[in-house]
Every structure is written in C-alpha cells, then in structure tokens.
C-alpha cells in the first residue's frame, strides 16, 4: 500500500523493507563512536579554532519529580531541593571554566545566538537559579536581547504557571518547548505522565502572553494504547492550539537499555503497520492544517525560522535535532552533555557523581569524545546534506574536502543505485536527490555513507 501527502510518500512494503534500527544522525559519527577522549583533547581542540562568532549553548537539567515510562534521556529522579540547588552550583562553575576556555575566541562584539535548556526538566530550578545561570552565561559568554536569538527552554506544561512563564521571560528566555506526548488519559496512564489538556493549554497562553516568541509542542507516537482514532483527537487538539513548531519523534522500545521502559507491556504497543498509520496520520493531518513539513519528526509554521531555515538550506543537525545556525561551534554543559568544538565531540561525564567530582577537582567535566577524522568530516558533511537538504551535489562536498567524490565513494554506488530503482532517490553524475517516497527513509539513505553503522545491530531507534 502507497499512502501520499504533499511532497512525502509512505510505501508500506518500502517502508517495511528499509526500516530496522537506523541511527538519528543527530552527528556523524554518533556517540556510539566516542572512546577514550580527555580535558586535554578538548583544550587542544579550542586552542586550534581561529576566532570566530559565539557558540551555541546547551544546559543539560536531568531531574525529574517522577519517571516517564517511555522516556530514553539521561535524567535522575529527584525532589530534593537541596541536590538540585549542587547541581545548579555545579553548572555554574562549569561555565566558568568554558568561560575561561573559550576567551577571546569568538569575535569582537560577538554575541551568543542560540542557547538551549534541555532535559529531564530544566524547570526543577527556582526561577533564582535560571537566573543565576543566564546571568553566568551572559557575563562568560555575552547573551543579548535581540529579537532574531533563539533562546530556548523544554517544559512540562504541569511545573509552571502564568507566574513563571513571565519570570522565564523576563530572564531572557524567548523560544519554549512544551512535552505533551499524547492527550488520551489511557495513554497516559500507561506511560505514567498525567497530563490534562487544559494544563497545557493554560502553559501555552501564558507563555504567549509573557512574550515568548515561539511556542513548540513535543508529541510520540508508538506509545502504548495508542490507536488512529485516539492519536487524531490528539493531533486536533494540537493544532486547535497552534503551536509555532510541532515534534512528533518515534517511541523507541528500548527495555535493556531504559530501565523505566520495563512497565510497559509489549502488548499495549502499536504494530509496525499501525506505527507507520500513526506517521502518515500526523504528517497528513499537520500539513492540511498549514504546516510545513521539516523533515522526519519536525513541522513548523511557514513563517517560523525553521521554516525558513528549511527553505534557505541553512538547517543544521545536532544533538537536539533540527536546528537553524548552521556551522556554529555547540559548547554542552551538564551531566551527560556533548560538546561539537572544531574537528571534535566531547561528552561529559553521565553520572551526577562523576560530572561533579571532575567540577570539584577543577577540571572540565568531559569523559569521553572522539577526534573527528578526514575521513569522517567529509561523510558528516555528506549525511548532514542528505538529512538537511534532501540532497548532494558530488562536485561541491568533494572540493571542499579535496577528494574526486565519485571515486572516493565508489564503493557505495551499488547502494545508491539499489536506493534509485526503488524511487528513493533520483541519481546522476552531478550528485543526488531525495524523493517524496525516499523523505520517510531519510535516515536509511544517509546510512549509506555511514561507514560505521552495522545494519541490523539494534543500537538505534527504529526508521518509522
């Protein structure tokens, strides 16, 4: 069965066929490929870049007040105030120390344009300590107030109120990203997030009234007890809302490796087919309604950045996804999170205990990270055109790496013409193309220059 809407096209037995565990590419290569890596790697590392424009920030907050069962982010459950408020000491000393680092590598009068809090719930800080945080980040950093940054911040609608909202703002704060993940009460319940609709609806005003410049919903389908006709109310409540962007990520059923995801009973969960419905569905129901279709999980309105991000090829991928500002240097801060410096990645350490102790000792937080070869920034290059653009023009990425494309990459074109034949691709001499059948496979064609990716291997999230 074909399913088509707009400028995609779902082919079921495509889709069957080609799906399986694909890596997201959120980097290339994935942190799957990060080993032994230390403080003076990542020192080396600033030290070679020329100046340049400010970095992006990221703040990862891990705590939660309770589990999400479907949740595979790196977060601890806690209400202790007083571990939380170490934390926030903790996270200010490590800018401290990036402060220090980075000095006058960036420009003069050069100042920060995209910083976002992440999580877990980046709302467990007082509004004190948010702003304790940004006044650090401004003072090491240089934040501004102009109205084209994008400083972002992930809530759950059930922590704030008019209240904050206007407090976040007032700090800076001007972009905002609400977790729903599903309206139904049965799947809720299943999936242990009690979240009623009006809650989020009375986030989304208030946040709207405080100023905030964009307003993004966060949904999953593949959740269990989920269904056409349950996950259609959902969409229509979304859009009753109007969210400037709208995420719809894949459910991931990952038990080994998320120990939370045990309480979910196989038997509730959608079939593949049905996962593939729930897809079609919300891509269908998002793009009769006005948005634009990004790329695999993200829609936005047409006037939104991302739109004309999309539109512009200046979108970007990185640890969070689809993002504008392209080419930025992304400073992580945080337990568990990951720096893109130059040719290198670097995580920090993923227990609270280790990330604060190397706080402690003076030293920055990174544990591990990977020095990017040749060889592996021309194949990012290459997978970042594909899941950004949609597209590849050989004689571009191969200049600017120095390398005759075709030849260097002869040993894919079996692959590429397997992916032509079934219409996933339009190929020629100049380079190639992602069609409407070949948009939902995205991943699975970018995996083609993967030389790392073990097809089969279970360690990702499924394609669809």
Same mark, same amino acid.
């Given at each position: 069965?074909?399913?088509?809407?707009?400028? *995609?096209?779902?082919?079921?037995?495509? @889709?069957?066929?080609?799906? #399986?565990?694909?890596?997201?590419?959120?980097?290339?290569?994935?942190?799957? !490929?990060?080993?032994?890596?230390?403080?003076?790697?990542?020192?080396?590392?600033?030290?070679?870049?020329?100046?340049?424009?400010? /970095?992006?920030?990221?703040?990862?907050?891990?705590?939660?007040?309770?589990?999400?069962?479907?949740?595979?982010?790196?977060?601890? *459950?806690?209400?202790?105030?007083?571990?939380?408020?170490?934390?926030?000491?903790?996270?200010?000393?490590?800018?401290?120390?990036? #402060?220090?680092?980075?000095?006058?590598?960036?420009?003069?009068?050069?100042?920060?344009?995209?910083?976002?809090?992440?999580?877990?719930?980046?709302?467990?800080?007082?509004?004190?300590?948010?702003?304790?945080?940004?006044?650090?980040?401004?003072?090491?950093?240089?934040?501004?107030?102009?109205?084209?940054?994008?400083?972002?911040?992930? @809530?759950?609608?059930?922590?704030?109120?008019?209240?904050?909202?206007?407090?976040?703002?007032?700090?800076?704060?001007?972009?905002?990203? +609400? #977790?729903?993940?599903? +309206?139904? /009460?049965?799947?809720?319940?299943?999936?242990?997030?009690?979240?009623?609709?009006?809650?989020?609806?009375?986030?989304?005003?208030?946040?709207?009234?405080?100023? +905030?410049?964009?307003?993004?919903?966060?949904?999953?389908? #593949?959740? /269990?007890?989920?269904? !056409?006709?349950?996950?259609?109310?959902?969409? !229509?409540?979304?859009?009753?809302?109007?969210?400037?962007?709208?995420?719809?990520?894949?459910?991931?059923?990952?038990p080994k490796q998320f120990a939370a995801q045990k309480q979910i009973a196989l038997a509730d969960l959608p079939s593949p087919a049905q996962r593939l419905e729930l897809l079609r569905q919300s891509v269908d129901t998002l793009c009769a309604a006005g948005y634009q279709y990004i790329g695999m999980d993200h829609f936005?309105?047409?006037?939104?950045?991302?739109?004309?991000?999309?539109?512009?090829?200046?979108?970007?991928?990185?640890?969070?996804?689809?993002?504008?500002?392209?080419?930025?240097?992304?400073?992580?801060?945080?337990?568990?999170?990951?720096?893109?410096?130059?040719?290198?990645?670097? !995580?920090?350490?993923?227990?609270?205990?280790?990330?604060?102790?190397?706080?402690?000792?003076?030293?920055?937080?990174?544990?591990?990270?990977?020095?990017?070869?040749?060889?592996?920034?021309?194949?990012?290059?290459?997978?970042?055109? @594909?899941?950004?653009?949609?597209?590849?023009?050989?004689?571009?990425?191969?200049?600017?790496?120095?390398?005759?494309?075709?030849?260097?990459?002869?040993?894919?074109?079996?692959?590429?013409?397997?992916?032509?034949?079934?219409?996933?691709?339009?190929?020629?001499?100049?380079?190639?193309?992602?069609? /409407?059948?070949?948009?939902?496979?995205?991943?699975?064609?970018?995996?083609? +220059?993967?030389?790392?990716?073990?097809?089969?291997?279970?360690?990702?999230?499924?394609?669809?």
């Amino acid at each position: 069965m074909t399913m088509m809407t707009k400028d *995609i096209i779902f082919d079921t037995e495509l @889709i069957q066929r080609y799906g #399986g565990s694909v890596p997201r590419y959120t980097s290339y290569p994935t942190a799957l !490929q990060f080993e032994g890596f230390g403080e003076a790697d990542l020192r080396a590392a600033v030290q070679r870049l020329q100046p340049q424009t400010a /970095p992006s920030l990221y703040l990862h907050v891990p705590f939660c007040a309770e589990p999400c069962f479907y949740c595979a982010c790196t977060r601890v *459950i806690s209400r202790q105030s007083e571990r939380i408020a170490q934390y926030a000491e903790h996270l200010l000393r490590e800018i401290a120390q990036w #402060g220090a680092l980075w000095g006058a590598r960036h420009a003069d009068g050069a100042s920060c344009q995209q910083l976002h809090f992440g999580g877990g719930t980046p709302t467990s800080f007082t509004d004190e300590q948010l702003a304790a945080l940004m006044q650090a980040l401004d003072r090491h950093f240089g934040l501004n107030r102009e109205a084209a940054r994008e400083y972002s911040i992930e @809530i759950d609608p059930r922590t704030v109120n008019t209240a904050r909202l206007q407090a976040l703002a007032d700090i800076g704060l001007n972009r905002v990203s +609400f #977790g729903v993940q599903d +309206f139904e /009460p049965t799947v809720q319940e299943a999936i242990n997030r009690h979240q009623p609709a009006e809650v989020t609806r009375q986030a989304m005003d208030g946040a709207r009234r405080a100023g +905030f410049a964009s307003v993004a919903v966060d949904l999953i389908y #593949g959740l /269990p007890r989920q269904n !056409q006709e349950s996950f259609a109310r959902t969409l !229509q409540q979304v859009i009753a809302l109007a969210p400037d962007r709208v995420a719809i990520y894949a459910y991931a059923h990952m038990p080994k490796q998320f120990a939370a995801q045990k309480q979910i009973a196989l038997a509730d969960l959608p079939s593949p087919a049905q996962r593939l419905e729930l897809l079609r569905q919300s891509v269908d129901t998002l793009c009769a309604a006005g948005y634009q279709y990004i790329g695999m999980d993200h829609f936005a309105q047409p006037d939104d950045d991302l739109a004309r991000a999309a539109r512009a090829g200046t979108l970007q991928r990185n640890f969070q996804g689809y993002s504008t500002h392209a080419g930025r240097d992304l400073i992580g801060m945080g337990m568990s999170a990951i720096s893109r410096i130059g040719d290198v990645y670097a !995580q920090n350490a993923k227990t609270l205990k280790d990330y604060e102790a190397r706080i402690d000792a003076g030293h920055l937080a990174v544990d591990r990270g990977l020095h990017l070869s040749a060889d592996d920034q021309l194949r990012r290059e290459v997978i970042e055109n @594909i899941m950004c653009q949609g597209r590849l023009r050989y004689e571009a990425v191969g200049s600017a790496h120095g390398v005759d494309f075709s030849r260097y990459f002869a040993d894919c074109e079996p692959a590429l013409q397997a992916l032509r034949e079934d219409g996933l691709i339009q190929l020629d001499a100049q380079g190639l193309q992602v069609t /409407p059948r070949g948009r939902p496979l995205v991943r699975n064609i970018a995996r083609v +220059f993967d030389r790392y990716s073990v097809p089969g291997s279970g360690r990702h999230s499924a394609a669809i």
